[in-house]
Nanobody, 117 residues
Framework: QVQLVESGGGLVQAGDSLRLSCVVSGSKFDISTVGWYRQAPGGQRELVATQTAGDIRSYGAAVKGRVSISRDNDRNTVALQINEAKPEDTAVYYC???????????WGRGTQVTVSS
């Protein structure tokens, strides 16, 4: 029912910028909290950024200052802008959506970001 599809991942050099996008269907996007998490090889999934329906943004400590999250309620999309990419940013990035009225969280299948040094 609820579907999240990420795109924009790829191979970049350290210091480059990258923009990830997520298209959401099947949910009331404009009143949902959306965000991005990532999981490095052998690591655990960690918070990258979230944005509430009221446009309150939060960022993980490892990326704060280098990334920004934005949402387009007209297109049901959420984007993650990564600047000054570092090799430690290499991970699979997952889009997520939280529906507070049902207390449910939905995940995309992820998009790979690889940053070479």
């Amino acid at each position: 029912q609820v579907q999240l599809v990420e795109s924009g991942g790829g191979l970049v050099q350290a210091g480059d910028s990258l923009r990830l996008s997520c298209v959401v269907s099947g949910s009331k996007f404009d009143i949902s909290t959306v965000g991005w998490y990532r999981q490095a090889p052998g690591g655990q999934r960690e918070l990258v950024a979230t944005q509430t329906a009221g446009d309150i943004r939060s960022y993980g400590a490892a990326v704060k200052g280098r990334v920004s999250i934005s949402r387009d309620n007209d297109r049901n999309t959420v984007a993650l802008q990564i600047n000054e990419a570092k090799p430690e940013d290499t991970a699979v990035y997952y889009c997520h959506l939280y529906q507070r009225w049902s207390d449910e969280t939905f995940w995309g299948r992820g998009t790979q970001v690889t940053v070479s040094s």
